[in-house]
């Protein structure tokens, strides 16, 4: 690792190319003016929601659909509008001054927050549909559409922020809303446990967020992103305390942004997030929360992108998103329960964003985020969906669903092709468009120091990770809707109310891809390109023919060896999946023990013996300071007490007469010697007074 | 109302409590509903004044000293009654009417035993008198004197009315209630810290130019007077008697003895305003008469803070009764305010008094909420408590609440504070050490890690779960009108200014801006 930081330095890409310039952008008139409204809108209605939800007809979930449906119209009348012209749109007002800076709420619309507010807004949208059908039932129905409308309305918040202090307010309502949704379930001690997981590991990672959010503005003087971004464009001769801290600022952001976005070594929280509802899921780890990480990233892209500044922060980047989609990709091999396979899938998936953010492929990164909301959102409520029929969440429960729900198996299977990178699915795009840009990169890479080798590294872990994506698709599409039923449950479709949001989102889950094929559109890369500040961007004109045949084979291999392993007869397939290759399974099979390392390693530690031992010392060692000085001014008052009893008997009676009359107080007090201290030790000050005056 | 301007207005703000008190005393002890609603009105009508001197108060002019007055006092020895607030005092005058009035209300139904409403509503309103005073008085005789009234009526109140409960002192292995043992150490430790703040203050006094006068202490220059071998050590003596107020790490073990013993309104009214009266004492004279030894000894104070912050967070940890847990994350986020306060900038002085106000509302909504409890269960053990959620729905809701706005929570009111400590931390004032600050940056931010578990797991233990099976069959009353009548305006505190920081940072920018510039120069 250290050998790779050092090469560090050599991996700055030339950005020549591509580069969406600030010309011909509107300020979007009345629709940008009003886009307020949309983090406002599910804030009010979360509060809305716990008030008055429980006296509406449907017990709140109408007021959150209906506030879904808002945004999902909103954003795709504002993304029609940007892809119509340009728009690029900031309002701060100023809510209070500290020194000089100001402090200020604010909403931005450009093409990063128009992506997100689509993307929130329509994927939101279907699940919270979908969700009324799941919790249907549920003895917190209401509250648990409060929270989720809080959380939807925090990432809204967080993408809307023209500033780093809105950021970071919308980074932590998204997480403190995460803790309620995922501990929903809270009587079960292993989902508020899961709860706090999430939250502590995330509050880890905004150390990070927090120092490099204080780092970056306070080396420009402002909050604003548009101050920071455009002192960046200036260059490090235009900001040269920016330029300073830099480094240190966008490794702390990344840090920040690895806590949210799940990247190695933070990605513990997410499996452990599955014990929220299925809708909690689907929403969290598709088009919200998970990619808050990468969408800062995309945000603060030119400082990682222009030289002088954090572009040795990308080498850190890149690693850490290789390290990411192959080791968490190679887990979801080994996972019985259907939401953890498609947990360590989004984790992997996040690694490939991650990585083609650190490959200096903006447009890339975030379309594979966009796409990956679609299908990611579908195969977990598909998931729901199966387990909401066979009460189980475990594949080993279920099997040959493909009968019995036929909706949910159709909708599923277009998911896993999309997930899989199967041309022509929306996954394919995105996906091709990073290995593409991970091979342009090696290019860019110095050779001399082994900058390249590193790119190539990566590149070979993501051709390796889009096999292992297709073969455990492969497998969890084999294991729960082929072969024949394993478990003991009736098995029938969901509702309608489930099985249309999955329609719902499997349309786009095909066809969004288009957006961008190589080519022939470019509409994605106009989007989200459309800024007020340039980033500077790679953007694949035409298919990289290399990287398409290596992706496609190692897609079309895994997906079809996943499929002949886990046939479908029922033997086979149990055989086949309880099949256990020594040292590797037990490895995956414990996480790499990465979980244990902490909890063994931090967390049980700090809470027993490093705190019980700061709590001893407060007893035993201050605490003996400080009650021995109190017990030796008690011997030396009991001292004083004696030679005032013989000396001045009648003046101590008529001072004990004094006290008695202050009423019972004293008397219950048990002891009326404080005030002797008291006046001891005023004595004491003046004596010091009066030699400390005299002395100087 | 040239009359009110002209210093009646702040006075009737600090001395309509103590009438009450004495209007009180003065009512026969069976008649509770009648003392009840006095006092209740007493300190209304010094809430409701002190709102109105805010309206009054000059936002454009908030780093002058306004609404005051001057008069001599005991002119033997120059002391005059002189008062006034600025943007600085301002919203920690308001808070402490607040706090007062919501600790009548709160206290209505809710009498700690041995039940005497009479003396301790006494109690609460020469408090009352002795905290609003602290934050007006311009004079250093007035401050001590109002510093010191504070300390009887808390030490009988912890005293009288506290946790029976049996404590057995490591090591010297004597066994007493906590409520002696408590009472006795506050009072001591507390007095100990102001011995050393008279002498400090007599030394100014002798040295300085035969004056109290903060201003002009701060006008004249007195630290020059003093020369600076004796300069240090009156800081030192000043700092000793503020730090053990705040508490300040290693000063602070009476803070977490005091806290659980006390009863639920004394809890309330020393963490939400007594603490502050130490962080106020460093901002009011402490930096702008004492300016040069300020910033000798801000990398000291710095590193206690932050030392504080990782010690109480840790400790916190290490609890099993939820009231003493909330009591030493008062250490933690006290460090915070000294922390934003060593930094000598602006941005965190600005971030200590916001700190301040906020600590005010969360914590002392956070004492609310764990007298209630323990009143219900009858124990404050968090091993027994479990599933409240289930068994009193509001009551955990609104635990779950100000718990997020104790973990800092952006959005919510402990935010401001935590972040824009560390914030000043990056860039503190001219001639301190940026390495040391800015590690003390990272050091304080990863305190808000270990803020957000011991929250958080005292959540799980007391919210979250089924109920105990020793539960089983009990009827527990969920919040009642009193408690909601009292927390209520808390919570919306706590949004309001963290969603509208302009509240309490509208009246301290231009005062701390001022006061910085004053002592430190351009």
């Given amino acids: ?696 | 109302m040239e009359w009110f301007e002209s210093g009646w207005g702040l006075s009737l703000v600090v001395f309509l409590p103590l009438i009450g008190a004495l209007v009180v005393l003065a009512i026969p002890k069976a008649e509770e509903e009648t003392q009840k609603w006095t006092a209740l009105l007493f300190a209304g009508a010094s809430f409701v004044l002190s709102v109105l001197l805010a309206l009054r108060f000059d936002f454009g002019e908030a780093g002058t000293l306004q609404l005051g007055t001057n008069v001599d006092w005991i002119t033997a020895i120059n002391s005059n009654f002189h008062i006034g607030i600025d943007g600085i005092s301002l919203p920690l005058v308001v808070l402490s009417t607040f706090i007062t009035f919501l600790s009548i209300i709160y206290s209505w139904e809710h009498w700690p035993e041995p039940h005497n409403p009479k003396a301790f509503l006494v109690l609460i309103l020469i408090l009352a008198t002795g905290m609003a005073g602290t934050f007006v008085a311009l004079d250093l005789i007035l401050f001590f004197v109002f510093f010191e009234v504070v300390l009887l009526p808390m030490y009988f109140m912890i005293g009288i009315w506290g946790d029976r409960n049996e404590v057995t002192l490591p090591v010297f292995n004597i066994t007493t209630q906590m409520r002696l043992y408590a009472a006795i150490k506050f009072f001591l430790f507390t007095l100990f810290g102001s011995a050393f703040m008279l002498l400090g203050f007599l030394v100014l006094y002798f040295k300085g130019g035969r004056t109290f006068d903060m201003l002009e202490l701060a006008a004249n220059g007195a630290e020059g007077m003093l020369g600076s071998g004796l300069a240090v050590w009156v800081f030192a003596a000043l700092a000793l008697g503020f730090a053990v107020k705040v508490p300040m790490f290693p000063f602070h073990t009476w803070l977490p003895d005091a806290h659980t013993a006390a009863p639920t309104v004394g809890s309330v009214l020393l963490a939400a305003i007594m603490l502050k009266l130490g962080t106020y004492a460093f901002v009011r004279i402490a930096i702008p008469i004492l300016p040069e030894q300020s910033q000798n000894w801000a990398p000291v104070i710095a590193i206690l803070a932050v030392i504080g912050i990782i010690y109480a967070s840790l400790a916190c940890l290490a609890q099993t009764d939820m009231k003493r847990l909330i009591a030493f994350s008062s250490v933690g986020h006290m460090g915070f305010v000294m922390l934003g306060i060593a930094t000598m900038t602006p941005i965190g002085i600005n971030a200590a008094i916001i700190g301040m106000v906020a600590h005010g509302v969360i914590t002392g909504l956070l004492f609310f909420l764990a007298g209630s409890m323990s009143h219900r269960y009858h124990t404050r053990e968090m091993a027994r408590l479990g599933g409240n959620q289930k068994l009193m729905p509001i009551m955990g809701a609104i635990l779950g609440f100000t718990a997020m706005a104790s973990l800092g929570l952006p959005g919510l009111a402990g935010f401001w504070g935590e972040f824009m400590a560390l914030l000043a931390a990056f860039s503190p004032a001219a001639g301190l050490s940026t390495t040391l600050f800015r590690t003390l940056m990272v050091i304080g931010a990863v305190g808000t890690v270990l803020a957000a578990g011991y929250l958080l797991w005292m959540l799980q233990k007391v919210n979250f779960g089924d109920p105990k099976d020793e539960w089983a069959g009990h009827e527990f009353h969920d919040v009642d009108i009193f408690e909601k009548m009292a927390w209520v305006p808390l919570i919306i505190a706590i949004i309001a200014i963290g969603v509208f920081p302009r509240i309490v940072f509208g009246a301290t920018n231009d005062a701390v801006i001022k006061l910085v510039t004053s002592a430190f120069g351009g």
């Fill in chain 1, 1 to 696: 690792m250290l050998q790779l930081l050092t090469n560090a330095n050599t991996l700055i890409l030339a950005t020549e190319e591509g580069g969406h310039a600030a010309e011909a952008l509107s300020d979007g008139g009345l629709l940008a003016s009003m886009a307020w409204l949309i983090p406002v809108v599910p804030m009010v209605a979360a509060f809305a929601i716990v008030f008055y939800g429980k006296r509406m007809p449907y017990k709140g979930w109408d007021i959150a659909i209906a506030v879904m449906g808002f945004e999902a119209l909103y954003g795709t009348a504002l993304l029609l509008a940007h892809i119509a012209s340009p728009i690029a749109h900031d309002f701060q007002v100023e809510i209070a001054r500290i020194g000089s800076m100001p402090i200020e709420w604010g909403w931005t619309v450009d093409g990063l927050s128009i992506m997100m507010y689509f993307l929130v807004g329509v994927v939101g949208f279907f699940v919270f549909l979908y969700a009324k059908g799941y919790m249907e039932g549920d003895i917190r129905f209401t509250w648990f559409f409060a929270s989720f409308t809080l959380f939807a309305g925090g990432m809204l918040v967080l993408v809307s922020a023209p500033n780093m202090i809105q950021l970071i307010v919308g980074w932590e309502l998204v997480g403190v809303s995460s803790w309620l949704l995922i501990g929903h379930y809270w009587e079960d001690h292993y989902a508020s446990s899961s709860a706090i997981k999430a939250m502590l590991v995330n509050k880890a990672a905004d150390v990070g967020l927090f120092v490099g959010a204080i780092i970056v503005s306070m080396s420009v003087g402002s909050f604003r992103f548009s101050d920071i971004l455009h002192a960046v464009e200036g260059g490090a001769a235009e900001a040269p305390l920016l330029a300073q801290f830099a480094f240190w600022g966008g490794l702390a952001l990344f840090i920040g942004a690895m806590g949210k976005s799940a990247q190695f070594p933070f990605h513990v929280w997410l499996p452990d997030a599955m014990a929220g509802p299925t809708p909690v899921s689907a929403l969290m780890h598709a088009a919200t929360m998970v990619t808050a990480g990468v969408y800062l990233v995309g945000r603060m892209f030119p400082l990682y992108l222009t030289d002088g500044f954090a572009t040795e922060v990308r080498a850190v980047i890149i690693i850490i998103g290789g390290l990411t989609l192959f080791l968490t990709g190679l887990i979801a091999l080994v996972q019985d329960d259907i939401k953890k396979v498609l947990a360590y899938s989004t984790l992997s998936q996040l690694g490939y964003m991650t990585a083609a953010m650190g490959a200096g492929a903006y447009t890339a990164g975030l379309f594979h985020l966009f796409t990956h909301a679609f299908f990611k959102a579908l195969l977990f409520l598909g998931a729901g969906s199966v387990i909401h029929s066979v009460h189980s969440n475990n594949m080993s429960d279920m099997g040959g669903l493909r009968k019995t729900m036929p909706w949910t198996y159709r909708t599923f299977l277009v998911g896993s092709l999309a997930l899989a990178g199967i041309p022509l699915f929306a996954g394919f795009f995105s996906k091709d468009e990073i290995l593409a840009s991970l091979n342009y990169a090696i290019g860019k890479f110095s050779t001399a120091d082994g900058g390249s080798s590193v790119a190539t590294i990566v590149l070979i872990l993501a051709i390796s990770g889009a096999f292992i994506t297709a073969f455990y698709m492969a497998r969890t599409v084999m294991l729960t809707f082929h072969g024949e039923y394993k478990g003991q449950a009736h098995p029938h479709e969901s509702p309608k109310i489930m099985w249309v949001p999955l329609v719902g989102l499997a349309v786009p889950s095909a066809v969004i891809g288009f957006m961008n094929w190589p080519g022939l559109t470019s509409t994605f890369t106009d989007v989200v390109g459309g800024r007020a500040v340039r980033v500077l961007d790679h953007h694949a004109t035409e298919f990289d023919y290399l990287m398409l045949s290596f992706g496609l084979t190692a897609a079309v291999a895994g997906g079809l060896i996943g499929m002949r392993i886990w046939g479908p007869d029922k033997e086979t397939q149990a055989a086949r999946d309880t099949f256990r290759i020594p040292l590797l399974y037990p490895l995956l099979e414990n996480k790499y023990y990465i979980d244990d390392l902490y909890m063994d390693g931090v967390i049980r530690p700090i809470r027993g013996p490093v705190a019980r031992a700061i709590n001893w010392t407060n007893g035993y060692v201050i605490d003996f300071v400080v009650n021995g000085a109190g017990l030796l001014a008690r011997s030396v008052g009991k001292v004083v007490y004696w030679f005032d009893q013989r000396g001045v008997d009648g003046a101590i009676h008529a001072s004990g007469a004094v006290t008695g009359a202050g009423g019972g107080m004293l008397r219950l007090l048990q002891t009326g010697k404080v005030q002797q201290y008291a006046i001891l030790i005023f004595a004491a000050t003046v004596i010091l007074v009066a030699g400390l005056v005299i002395w100087f």
